[in-house]
């Protein structure tokens, strides 16, 4: 029986640190490319989101478009708190050092996302200018990466 407390422990603090992180990712990505910057909608946002595996048909697909791109993105959180808790068992530097730790990681989660995925899914897409990359690697960081690196390896 004992022998099952780290897993569940380690189940559960993947998936509050995915509850947080996605949470935290798409607020900021509402508040700042809707509401402050004025780029898109909440809408337009899921369902970019779900363009990601349906295509162009997304942006006709309403609300249910919008939950699934939500589902989506959450789905893609928990990879990444997956591959975090992963790391954490690997290299202890990770619990020791958490802030530095969840800079890194929210970079290379922008990276991985904005160099890899999203290139993939949307041939031609650009990254932006430099206050774009900025922002976007800014949010990543401070919505996904810190808190994941104080969530998940929580003891």
Partial sequence: MNRLKPIKKGVRNILLA??????????????VY???????????????IAAGMVGKEAYEGGLAMAGYGLLLHFFITLLFAIFY???????????????FCGII????????????????????????DTDAILTGMAIVIVAVGIPMAYIVPRS
């Fill in 18 to 31: 995915t509850f947080v992180a996605g949470t935290m990712d798409i607020f900021c990505a509402v508040v």
């Fill in 34 to 48: 809707a509401l402050i910057l004025g780029k898109t909608t909440p809408l337009k946002i899921l369902q970019s």
């Fill in 85 to 99: 808790f992963l790391l954490v068992r690997l290299i202890t530097f990770l619990k020791r050092h958490r802030t």
């Fill in 105 to 128: 990681y929210g970079i290379f989660i922008w990276l991985v996302m904005n160099l890899i995925v999203l290139p993939t899914v949307f041939p031609g897409i650009k990254p932006g």
